[in-house]
């Protein structure tokens, strides 16, 4: 198992997603801890379209990699401002650049509260160790 340390500037949920505030808008990817339990990501489909809402918890899409197929869900609850279409044809950027190039959907946040809810670092530190064991 890797030692992993996580962006600070962002949250967590216990599913592996990252949220970090871009403006007035939420860029949404998976972790670095993600990308390591699911191996070479083959496909990411997202299931919106922009403009379509995305509640807090539930799946937005699915992520599959050559060991498995994964939904991805929502961190928040929102309009969907953006899609990174480039994963289309190369979902291998989340292996490359999970925090950067890798973000999967940008959303339009309805309740500002739910992003103060999820992990930060330290506490998302302390989840991905109880769940490496």
């Not at 807090?56 to 401002?81: H, M, N, R, W, Y």
């Not at 950027?93 to 925090?99: A, E, L």
Request: charge should be negative.
């Amino acid at each position: 198992m890797s030692d992993h340390t996580f962006p600070g500037d962002r949250r967590y949920t216990k599913d592996h997603e990252w949220a970090r505030h871009d403006a007035n808008e939420t860029l949404v990817g998976v972790s670095a801890f993600a990308v390591e339990q699911l191996g070479d990501i083959t496909l990411v489909n997202v299931d919106k379209q922009v403009g379509d809402t995305v509640e807090a918890g539930k799946a937005f899409g699915t992520i599959e990699s050559v060991k498995t197929l994964s939904d991805l869900f929502a961190p928040i609850s929102g309009t969907v401002a953006k899609i990174n279409t480039e994963l289309e044809n190369k979902p291998e950027i989340i292996n490359d650049d999970c925090y950067g190039k890798g973000w999967i959907i940008a959303i339009k946040p309805s309740k500002p509260a739910e992003f103060e809810a999820l992990m930060d670092t330290a506490a998302y530190t302390k989840h991905v160790a109880s769940e490496a064991h």
